[in-house]
C-alpha cells in the first residue's frame, strides 16, 4: 500500500474512539500537540511553531489564576462534571467559544459582572455575528449559574441579560431526488457511496459514522456502541437487505468500513467536508451535509409509519421531541392529502 510520507518529526495515530492525534516529537523538546486534520491549515499553524520551539499558550488552571476572577472560574467549570460530562467534540467546540472570551474578560471579578456589561459584549458580538452572539450567551448562562453555586457572586447577570435575535435554518434535509442524483453521480464500489448508503440505512451520527469497523457487522445487525454527551448507547440496526449488498460490496481489508484513498480511516471535520464536495460534484444544491443526510435518514423512517421510539432505536437519538417534528411533518402531508381526497369525493 502507497503511504505518504509525514512532516519531520510528525507523529499520527488514532485513538479508541478513532479520533486523530497528531505531535510533534523531537529529541530534547516537549511533546506538542498539533491540530487536524494533517495538512490543514490549522496543523501547518501549529507545526511552524513547533519547529521555532514555541509553545502553545497555557489553559487556566484554577492553581495559578487569581480567586473570583473568571481565569479562575473557567477553570474550576473545565474540570467540572459540567464540562467533563460532555462530548470530546462538544468540550472543543465550548472552549474555543469561553476562551475567545477569556482572552479579553479572564482578569476581571465575577462578581462585577453586569447584566448591561452582558448585554454590551453581546451587543458588540452580534455586529459582526448573531450565531456567534447566541452561542456565548449559553456559555455565559452556564459559567455564571455555577458561578453563584460556588459562590463567585450572589446574583446572576443572566436572567436580566437581553436575548439575542438569532434565526438559523439549521441543516437542509437531503430529498429524495438529491438521494437519487448523488447515487446516479456516485456509483456502488466507491467510497462516496458507501459512506452515503450506511448514513442512509443507518442514521447515526458522523462521529459514529467514521468509527463504524468490520466488527461492527454481526449477522443480520450492525451493534455499535454510540457515545453522546459519555452516555454508551448500544444499538442494533437490521440490515436492510439493499444495504447488505452495498456492505458485501467492500473490497478493501481496512478494519475501518470508511477510508481515504490513502487507505486510513477519516477524521470527523474532513469527513463532513468530503461529503460536501461529493454531493456538490453530483450537482445537489447548496447546504447538503452530512447532518441533513442523517435528517433524510429519519424523515424517511417516519414516512414508513415508524413511530418514534423505533426512530430513535435505529438512529440512536436521545431526544424523543426532536423525532417527533419529523413524524409531525409527516402526519400533516397525509392529513392534507386526505383531506383533499375527501374534497374530491364530495365534488
Known sequence: MNRFKLPKYTRRYWDRQGKERIYYRRAGQPQTPL???LF???????????????KPKAKP??????????????AHYYKSTAFTSLAP??????????????????????AALQAKHVDAILGKLAETSTAQAHKLRKRLGTLMRLAVKWEYTKENPMLNAERVKHKTKGYETWSDAD??????????GTMQRLAFEIMLYTGLRRSDVVRME???????????????????????????????AVLDGITHNHR????TQLGEPRSE????NWIIEAAKEAGLPPHRSPHGLRKAACRRLAEAECTALEIMSITGHTNIKEIETYCAAVNKKRLAEAAIAKLKGAA
Do not use: C, M
Not at 491549515?41 to 514555541?54: H, I, L, P, R, T
Not at 472543543?92 to 471579578?109: A, L, M, N, V
Not at 438521494?179 to 456502488?188: I, L, N, T, Y
Not at 471535520?269 to 463532513?272: E, L, P, R, V, Y
Open 269 to 272: 471535520k474532513s469527513f463532513t
Open 256 to 259: 475501518h468500513l470508511i477510508i
Open 179 to 188: 438521494v437519487a442524483a448523488f447515487r446516479e453521480r456516485w456509483p456502488e
Open 61 to 74: 488552571s484554577a492553581a495559578s489564576a487569581p480567586p473570583g476572577t473568571f481565569n479562575n472560574l473557567i
Open 40 to 54: 490543514s491549515e490549522a496543523f501547518w499553524d501549529d507545526y511552524q511553531k513547533a519547529v521555532k520551539g514555541q
Open 89 to 110: 467534540s462538544t468540550r472543543s467546540t465550548y472552549r474555543g467559544q469561553i476562551e475567545q472570551f477569556r482572552k479579553d474578560h479572564g482578569d476581571k471579578p465575577v
Open 214 to 244: 468490520r466488527r461492527h457487522i454481526k449477522g443480520d445487525f450492525i451493534v455499535i456502541r454510540t457515545k453522546k454527551s459519555q452516555e454508551l448507547v448500544e444499538l442494533n440496526i437490521p440490515i436492510h437487505q439493499d444495504f447488505r
Open 35 to 37: 491540530r487536524g486534520p
